[in-house]
Structure formats: structure tokens, C-alpha cells
């Protein structure tokens, strides 16, 4: 029986950069016997949040422990109904899934994705990026910072840089929820979170589910509902022509 209250999972990993031996600075190809072993990159935080709750929490190599983080994460993800993320699908998640095999951990199960990034997208804007689009919808901003240099200070073991990478991750996850109650009826590829209740909204449960007109196909018609809460649409069961 499906979960009447499905949890959906906010997250936003942070990496270190890879260090490498190069003789020069313009025009470079770095392959990977130029890597200096044991400072290939990686994760270096991850930020969570549940959907609906407001304190994100950061687990962090400097705090927690590498094996610790991602042992954390790990069972969230195996808890979670849904994963969402700005871009996770193709930054995130694969490279969580690197870290656990590099672990010796099993997966957790495969996450259904709604991935915010691939809706922001199709919105016309001149930029995609977070940094742009969640000022521009006027839900806040990401936390400045002073660029790689913070990055350096981190992996340096700076307490000040660290207590701000932090706070940077966490901001990232909160604007996830903000940008998701924006979005939302935008949605087209919403994975189903309600009950089974075939009149309720797929995106948030509510059965204030209105029907406006049908949609049809070359074999069949839907008949065609918009939710009054949050303003997603869905479609009824396929239906053939007399």
C-alpha cells in the first residue's frame, strides 16, 4: 500500500576540486596519471532536508567523517519516497552512487527523481542557473562566498571557511523547497506521490481535483483535471472512442 504521506527528500552535495601535476596553466589537457594519488576530488558535504521541515542539515567530511557522511545520506535515500535536487540526476546522484561503490556499500534503492532543474529549463530564461532563477522568482538567493579560494581554505582545515561551506550547502537545500512551491504546476513529469485514490492530485494528495476538458490521443481520449491546491495537472484513465 503506497504511503499516504510520501517523504520527499531535499539534497545538494558539495565536491573538492581534484589536484593535479601540469606544466602550464593555459590551454592544458589534464589526464588522469597527472592526478596526485589520493587527491582525486570527491564529496566533500551534503546537505538534506525533508520536504515540509524547516532546519536542512549538513553531514561533512571536517564534522561527521567521510564513511559517517555517506552512511547518513544513504539511509535518508533508502527512507526517502522521491529525491529532489536542482540538476541532481545527472551531477548528484551519480556521484553518491561513486562514493558508496568506492565504500563497499550496497545501493540504496533506485530513487524516483523530480529534479527541478529539468523544469526550470523549459522556462525560456536567459540563464538556468540557480543563482538566477531563485532571485528572479523572488524566493531569495544563494550565500556568497569568495570562489575557489573558500574551497581551498576548506580542505585546508579552516574552521571559519568550513562553518560557511556549511551554511552555503544548507542554503542551497532550503531554496530547493521554496523553488519547488513555485514550480510545481509546472511539473509534467511529476511522479505520482498520492494515495490511491484515483481523484487525488498526484503532485500534493488533494482530492480538489477539477476537470478541464480532455486530451486526446490517436487510440483513446483522458479526460483531462487541474488541481485547485497546487495547480498541477493530470490525466484520467485512457478511454476509447465509440
Same mark, same amino acid.
Not at 566533500?44 to 571536517?62: H, M, N, P
Not at 545501493?107 to 523549459?122: A, C, G, S, W
Not at 569568495?146 to 576548506?154: C, D, F, Q, S
Not at 542554503?171 to 505520482?192: F, M, N, S, W
Given at each position: ?18 589536484? +593535479? ?12 596519471? =597527472?592526478?596526485?594519488?589520493? %587527491? ?8 538534506? =532536508?525533508?520536504?515540509?521541515? @524547516? ?43 561513486? !562514493? ?6 550496497? $545501493?540504496? $534503492? ?11 529549463? @523549459? ?20 550565500? @556568497?562566498?569568495?570562489?575557489? !579560494? ?7 582545515? &579552516?574552521?571559519? +571557511? =568550513? ?5 552555503? &550547502? ?32 498526484? +503532485? ?13 490521443? @490517436? ?6 483535471? %487541474?488541481?485547485?491546491? &497546487?495547480?498541477?495537472? =493530470?490525466?484520467? $484513465?485512457?478511454?476509447? +472512442?465509440?
Amino acid at each position: 500500500m503506497p504511503n499516504a504521506s510520501p517523504r520527499i527528500l531535499l539534497l545538494d552535495i558539495e565536491t573538492k576540486p581534484a589536484l +593535479a601535476y601540469t606544466f602550464g596553466i593555459r590551454d592544458q589537457h589534464i589526464s588522469h596519471k =597527472q592526478l596526485v594519488p589520493g %587527491q582525486v576530488g570527491g564529496i566533500i558535504c551534503v546537505g538534506c =532536508q525533508w520536504l515540509g521541515e @524547516k532546519r536542512a542539515t549538513v553531514y561533512s567530511d571536517w564534522r561527521d567523517g567521510h564513511l559517517p557522511m555517506l552512511e547518513r545520506v544513504h539511509a535518508l535515500l533508502s527512507e526517502a519516497d522521491a529525491v529532489m535536487g536542482f540538476n541532481h540526476v545527472s551531477f548528484d546522484m551519480p556521484r553518491l552512487q561513486g !562514493e558508496f561503490l568506492l565504500a563497499g556499500m550496497l $545501493p540504496p $534503492p533506485p530513487p524516483t527523481n523530480i529534479d527541478l532543474y529539468k523544469t526550470t529549463r @523549459k522556462m525560456g530564461f536567459i540563464s538556468n542557473k540557480l543563482d538566477f532563477v531563485a532571485p528572479l522568482l523572488g524566493i531569495g538567493g544563494k550565500v @556568497k562566498h569568495e570562489g575557489l !579560494e573558500m574551497w581551498i581554505a576548506v580542505m585546508n582545515g &579552516c574552521p571559519k +571557511a =568550513q562553518a560557511k561551506m556549511s551554511r552555503y &550547502c544548507a542554503q542551497d537545500v532550503r531554496l530547493l523547497g521554496d523553488l519547488y512551491a513555485c514550480v510545481k504546476p509546472y511539473i509534467t513529469t511529476h511522479p505520482h506521490m498520492a494515495d490511491t485514490k484515483r481523484d487525488a492530485c498526484g +503532485a500534493c494528495g488533494s482530492t480538489r481535483m477539477q476537470s478541464r476538458g480532455i486530451a486526446r490521443t @490517436k487510440a483513446s481520449y483522458r479526460t483531462r483535471f %487541474q488541481c485547485q491546491a &497546487c495547480g498541477s495537472w =493530470q490525466l484520467g $484513465p485512457p478511454k476509447r +472512442a465509440a
